[in-house]
């Protein structure tokens, strides 16, 4: 069963627009969200995370916006750019992090 | 301020052979996992050391994989008698972190791309 769910395999925005990508989670023992983005042949990369104390955290143009109630978070990415294309990864753990579970990702392209 | 690393990078090897990875994390962490991931997935837990001490390990861990980090610094792990079902890239990742409450993002590697013919 998978316990972090990201239901739209592939996501198309324009330059200059809004990208919002979606995550669902299942286990209500997760306590910490993460977001990575991946290029092809690179391991994931970092870009934000939220703990669920709070409902928003905002980086630069990334934020992540947690719906405990909904067991829903969602990444925006405002202006996309189009080297903001590539794959992006919802992650999940609980209060210890000792195990994280990660999406199956959603392949983000910004077109010029 | 070096990256996690990952040696070799790629490894393709027969069926029944035994391989083994190495993972360098960043120096001042003391939490390092190894994943699995496979095309189109995103990364599968295997298994977590705290410092020198494996604390978690996930039910994808068969027999045939063990996992060391000897002194808590640098890892390997290895796969015995490999089959074709092992073919993946295997990613390490480092963090920092002590207990409860304490989350720190992880930062990976870029992957050991093991191949099984």
């Known amino acids: 069963d998978q316990q972090v769910k990201q239901n739209s395999p592939s996501l198309s925005v324009q330059e200059g627009r809004i990208s919002i990508l979606n995550c669902d989670y299942t286990n209500s023992m997760f306590d910490y969200f993460l977001w990575y983005k991946k290029y092809p042949a690179e391991g994931p990369t970092f870009l934000i995370s939220i703990s669920s104390i709070k409902d928003k955290n905002e980086d630069g143009r990334f934020t992540v916006f947690l719906n405990k109630s909904a067991k829903h978070l969602s990444l925006h990415i405002v202006p996309s750019q189009p080297g903001d294309s590539a794959v992006y990864f919802c992650?999940?753990?609980?209060?210890?992090?000792?195990?994280?579970?990660f999406g199956p990702g959603t392949r983000l392209s910004v077109l010029p | 301020d070096t990256g996690v690393s990952q040696d070799p990078r790629h490894k393709i090897t027969k069926r029944g052979q035994n391989v083994t990875f190495r993972c360098d994390p960043i120096?001042?962490?003391?939490?390092l996992y190894w994943y699995r991931q496979t095309l189109g997935q995103g990364p599968e837990f295997l298994t977590y050391?705290?410092?020198?001490?494996?604390?978690?390990k996930s039910r994808l861990l068969s027999d045939r994989f063990s996992a060391e980090r000897p002194k808590g610094s640098f890892s390997t792990l290895e796969i015995q008698r490999t089959e074709q079902g092992d073919s993946a890239m295997y990613l390490c990742?480092?963090?920092?972190?002590?207990?409860?409450?304490?989350?720190?993002?992880?930062?990976f590697g870029d992957g050991t791309r093991l191949s099984i013919l």
């Open positions: 990742a480092s963090s920092s972190g002590q207990g409860a409450g304490y989350n720190q993002p992880q930062h």
């Open positions: 120096s001042e962490h003391n939490r």
């Open positions: 992650a999940a753990s609980d209060n210890y992090g000792q195990n994280f579970v």
């Open positions: 050391f705290q410092n020198e001490a494996q604390l978690e």
